[in-house]
């Protein structure tokens, strides 16, 4: 059944629940901190997986972790000063009133503070306000991310696909593709002055008249049409405009004092990749700690006691596309890669299927292989990786002979073939990609027979 907003049973139903919604609020406040607690452990462990593999998505992952630190700081805050209107509300209880009499202060002090302090029921009533907003803000700042991460993703997938099509092969398409990103950013643009401004750009008759029909297009786009009425209760109300003008330099000093470290040595950096004179412990299997990840590659141990060393080399999209341009007969007909649902691909997983992917290995490995070369110092072997998984990660893994090295520390090299593009040709000649080799990695060990 419909309720009718303007009917007076339903505004003493809502003024009913005004007054008793600071149970709801610490219950949901609660339950909130907890969820958004017990998902920070997996969401990190999602990030390190993302960045070991340069996968794109990492960014949205590192977005929504921020989210949840903001929420929860936004909720611990609100819990904090609930629990401190409920002791006010028992004290007062206990003590009523303040009584400044009592005190037997000074009259200009007592003056002073009946001026700042004012009645014990003020305090309780402004400990009420801040936190029923407090409390709203948190979901209003929840949609604002949503909002952000709904344009940002939209703005990237609708760029790439302009830019992959066939009409950036044209002179007019490429006008067409850079006037449509351009007006895409400056729309954003005029967003987020309005938004900083709080509506500056609605209170112009001259702004407005551009301004609307950006206003309705990103309305949708965003989603903002679901907490509009929620921002706007906000607006027009002095105290909660004085919160949400504040949370803005809080949020930005957050984000500011979280990427704060103590620089201890001019040359010597801890964030520093594996190197001949650097050991970075993702780089060695039996280093890696829980929800860490091997970058680009890793080798079982620092200190090898057996007469061979595993090489395990990290999957990345790159490396495919590498391979493809190797041999293009690699190429699939339909693009694969991407996120999936299983349950769509379900009719898929047949035995004819499987074997089919199995017969590609053969050829895949081979390119792979053809694509990287590795050293051990100055003696150069023959690839052979076959495809695995390490825990999570899938990757190419190999076994390397040590029994002619002698004991103490190695380099192994790992280098790869790749292509790019000839800057120096002339605008008449084809665009062909040229071969060069480049560097993945170098990882110290030491080789101590047993």
């Given at each position: 059944?419909?309720?009718?907003?303007?009917?007076?049973?339903?505004?003493?139903?809502?003024?009913?629940?005004?007054?008793?919604s600071w149970q709801l609020e610490l219950l949901i406040s609660g339950f909130s901190i907890f969820g958004l607690v017990t998902a920070l452990d997996p969401l990190q462990n999602t990030i390190n997986e993302a960045?070991?593999?340069?996968?794109?998505?990492?960014?949205?992952?590192?977005?929504?972790?921020?989210?949840?630190?903001?929420?929860?700081?936004?909720?611990?805050?609100?819990?904090?000063?609930?629990?401190?209107?409920?002791?006010?509300?028992?004290?007062?209880?206990?003590?009523?009133?303040?009584?400044?009499?009592?005190?037997?202060?000074?009259?200009?002090?007592?003056?002073?503070?009946?001026?700042?302090?004012?009645?014990?029921?003020?305090?309780?009533?402004?400990?009420?306000?801040?936190?029923?907003?407090?409390?709203?803000?948190?979901?209003?700042?929840?949609?604002?991310?949503?909002?952000?991460?709904?344009?940002?993703?939209?703005?990237?997938?609708?760029?790439?696909?302009l830019m992959n099509s066939f009409l950036v092969d044209f002179l007019l398409g490429k006008m067409f593709v850079t006037l449509f990103i351009i007006s895409f950013f400056f729309s954003y643009i005029f967003i987020?002055?309005?938004?900083?401004?709080?509506?500056?750009?609605?209170?112009?008759?001259?702004?407005?008249?551009?301004?609307?029909?950006?206003?309705?297009?990103?309305?949708?786009?965003?989603?903002?049409?679901?907490?509009?009425?929620?921002?706007?209760?906000?607006?027009?109300?002095?105290?909660?405009?004085?919160?949400?003008?504040?949370?803005?330099?809080?949020?930005?000093?957050?984000?500011?004092?979280?990427?704060?470290?103590?620089?201890?040595?001019?040359?010597?950096?801890?964030?520093?990749?594996?190197?001949?004179?650097?050991?970075?412990?993702?780089?060695?299997?039996?280093?890696?700690?829980?929800?860490?990840?091997?970058?680009?590659?890793?080798?079982?141990?620092?200190?090898?006691?057996?007469?061979?060393?595993?090489?395990?080399?990290?999957?990345?999209?790159?490396?495919?596309?590498?391979?493809?341009?190797?041999?293009?007969?690699?190429?699939?007909?339909?693009?694969?890669?991407?996120?999936?649902?299983?349950?769509?691909?379900?009719?898929?997983?047949?035995?004819?299927?499987?074997?089919?992917?199995?017969?590609?290995?053969?050829?895949?490995?081979?390119?792979?292989?053809?694509?990287?070369?590795?050293?051990?110092?100055?003696?150069?072997?023959?690839s052979d990786f076959i495809i695995t998984k390490l825990n999570k990660q899938l990757g190419f893994e190999t076994v390397l002979p040590l029994k002619a090295f002698s004991e103490g520390k190695h380099i192994l090299?790992?280098?790869?073939?790749?292509?790019?593009?000839?800057?120096?040709?002339?605008?008449?000649?084809?665009?062909?990609?040229?071969?060069?080799?480049?560097?993945?990695?170098?990882?110290?060990?030491?080789?101590?027979?047993?």
């Open positions: 059944m419909k309720s009718n907003y303007t009917s007076i049973n339903f505004k003493q139903w809502l003024n009913k629940l005004q007054q008793e960045v070991a593999i340069g996968s794109p998505y990492r960014y949205i992952y590192s977005f929504l972790n921020t989210c949840c630190y903001i929420l929860i700081m936004n909720l611990i805050i609100h819990v904090i000063f609930r629990g401190l209107w409920i002791g006010t509300i028992g004290l007062r209880y206990v003590s009523g009133d303040i009584d400044y009499d009592s005190l037997n202060y000074s009259e200009r002090f007592t003056k002073y503070l009946k001026k700042r302090i004012g009645a014990f029921d003020k305090y309780i009533s402004n400990l009420e306000d801040l936190c029923s907003i407090l409390f709203a803000m948190t979901f209003l700042v929840l949609f604002y991310f949503i909002a952000f991460l709904i344009f940002t993703l939209l703005i990237v997938a609708v760029s790439t696909s987020f002055i309005d938004f900083i401004t709080q509506g500056y750009l609605k209170k112009k008759k001259w702004t407005s008249f551009f301004y609307l029909p950006i206003y309705k297009i990103f309305s949708y786009l965003t989603l903002s049409f679901l907490y509009r009425p929620l921002l706007y209760n906000f607006l027009d109300n002095k105290f909660g405009k004085r919160v949400l003008i504040l949370l803005v330099p809080i949020y930005i000093s957050i984000i500011f004092l979280s990427e704060i470290e103590n620089v201890q040595s001019n040359y010597i950096s801890k964030n520093s990749y594996t190197s001949v004179n650097f050991t970075n412990n993702n780089n060695y299997i039996n280093t890696i700690k829980k929800n860490r990840y091997v970058k680009d590659v890793a080798i079982n141990s620092k200190i090898i006691n057996n007469s061979y060393i595993k090489v395990f080399v990290v999957y990345k999209s790159e490396i495919e596309d590498i391979l493809f341009k190797k041999n293009e007969a690699l190429i699939p007909e339909k693009e694969h890669r991407g996120i999936k649902s299983n349950f769509l691909n379900l009719g898929d997983r047949n035995e004819k299927k499987l074997n089919s992917i199995d017969s590609i290995y053969g050829p895949y490995l081979k390119t792979f292989n053809n694509v990287y070369e590795l050293k051990i110092d100055t003696t150069k072997f023959t090299k790992v280098s790869r073939l790749n292509f790019s593009k000839d800057k120096k040709k002339k605008k008449d000649e084809a665009n062909v990609e040229k071969q060069i080799i480049e560097k993945v990695i170098e990882i110290p060990f030491w080789y101590y027979k047993n």
